[in-house]
């Protein structure tokens, strides 16, 4: 089993209902259901049709999954952190991994918005370890003060 420093795919096959199945050069397997992403991202919406979703190829040497006829691609990070999402065992790990999706956030990055070290964020971000209630609290709780912060703005 190859490791991975950087989330990269090996195959990816379009299914019905909107689902990728995703393997991953370390031989993770997903079934990613992408129901909700293409309903409610603008730049998604060509995909709602079942023909052109089923048309999803390997990109970029498996760094991305793509629809060229529809110029739409989607990282293999991106992809990654959302299948440990719906894949995560517990609510927390959930919350911490969609939070990691959502931000974009590196590991130092994380690392510096939640106030925990690098290696916190790399021990839960993989989604083998359940991650605790109070990290989960962190991200929410982050969240929330950026949504503020922007209200405060505008």
């Known amino acids: 089993m190859a490791s991975m420093k950087r ?12 689902r990728l199945e995703l393997v991953f050069i370390d031989g993770r397997r997903f079934a990613l259901d992408m129901r909700e992403d ?21 990109g970029d040497d498996g760094w991305t999954v793509e629809w060229p006829a529809l110029d739409i691609q989607i990282g293999a990070d991106t ?5 440990l ?4 065992p517990d609510e927390n790990t959930r919350i911490f991994i969609g939070w990691r999706s959502r ?6 990055q994380a690392a510096s918005a939640l106030g925990v070290a ?8 993989n ?7 109070y990290l989960a609290l962190a991200c929410m709780g982050w969240e929330a003060a950026q949504a503020e912060q922007q209200k405060k703005r505008a």
């Not at 931000?103 to 130092?108: A, K, N, P, R, Y």
């Not at 989604?127 to 209630?133: D, H, K, L, W």
């Open 38 to 58: 293409v309903a409610q991202y603008p730049g998604l919406k060509p995909l709602q049709n079942a023909r052109a979703f089923a048309c999803a190829a390997l």
């Open 127 to 133: 989604g083998r370890e359940v991650v605790p209630r």
């Open 79 to 83: 992809l990654y952190l959302d299948a």
């Open 103 to 108: 931000t974009g956030f590196g590991l130092e």
């Open 7 to 18: 989330p990269r795919l090996r195959a990816v096959q379009a299914r019905p209902g909107h």
């Open 118 to 125: 690098a290696r916190t964020i790399s021990r839960y971000s």
């Open 85 to 88: 999402a719906q894949a995560a």
